[in-house]
């Protein structure tokens, strides 16, 4: 029972394409996060929500967009893709929004954009 | 911004033999610092972490060492195994309005047999 789950697991598409990843949390958690992964494997914070409130949002172009209906979601849209959108996208999740001992952060399996 | 630097960014150990992973981090307000765990094509997962009120903390093979002066924390793992090879990640985060957790660039650890 996976409890940080994000779809698709993998995706293909061509540049100037719309996609949308979501993901999900089952783990009661008030805070997700949106984090990319470079193909070095640096890992970078995007977005932070905490119930459905944005609460971070780092220099992402604005081609990207975060959405949270709920405090168990946190769906990211990216529009007209580029090549340099290929990454791992991880979603993650804390109790609150100050990660530490009693609030860790929580990754999904992460989905692997690729732009061709 | 909090930066975190990570070294070295390869390691290869022998197994049985002892591993260390060192980190430095810019911000003197950051108070806690986790170690992450990040299997080839897999999720990166917490192993330890540790607050700024303490120097060291254990957990079976591994340890996590704290020195605020200098502003750098390490992890050991002792007798290495091959199911530890892959790629770690410190990061140190600061308390405020909208902390987050600001990650080093990895270690990608090898354990040989």
């Known amino acids: 029972d996976t409890a940080v789950s994000q779809t698709p697991k993998y995706l293909v598409t061509q540049m100037g394409n719309d996609k949308s990843i979501k993901c999900e949390q089952n783990?009661?958690?008030?805070?997700m996060y949106w984090y990319k992964q470079d193909s070095k494997k640096f890992l970078k914070i995007m977005f932070s929500?905490?119930?459905?409130?944005?609460?971070i949002n780092e220099t992402v172009p604005n081609r990207f967009s975060p959405k949270s209906p709920d405090k168990a979601h946190l769906n990211l849209h990216i529009n007209s893709l580029e090549l340099g959108d290929s990454a791992v996208y991880f979603c993650?999740?804390?109790?609150?929004?100050?990660?530490?001992?009693?609030?860790?952060?929580?990754f999904g399996n992460g989905t692997r954009l690729t732009v061709t | 911004g909090e930066n975190v630097e990570q070294h070295p960014s390869t390691l290869s150990v022998q197994e049985g033999d002892s591993a260390v992973i060192k980190c430095t981090y810019s911000?003197?307000?950051?108070?806690?610092f986790p170690w992450y765990k990040q299997e080839l094509g897999k999720r990166p997962q917490l192993i330890i972490d540790?607050?700024?009120?303490?120097g060291e903390k254990k957990d079976q093979r591994i340890a996590v060492t704290l020195n605020k002066t200098a502003k750098h924390f390490s992890l050991h793992i002792t007798e290495t195994q091959p199911e530890d090879s892959a790629v770690y990640f410190c990061?140190?985060?600061?308390?405020?309005?909208?902390?987050?957790?600001?990650f080093g660039t990895g270690t990608r650890l090898q354990v040989t047999l």
């Open positions: 993650a999740s804390s109790h609150n929004r100050d990660p530490s001992l009693n609030s860790p952060l929580h």
């Open positions: 929500y905490n119930n459905k409130e944005l609460i």
């Open positions: 540790i607050r700024s009120n303490v």
């Open positions: 990061a140190a985060r600061r308390t405020g309005t909208a902390s987050k957790l600001t």
């Open positions: 911000d003197s307000a950051s108070n806690y």
């Open positions: 783990l009661g958690h008030d805070t």
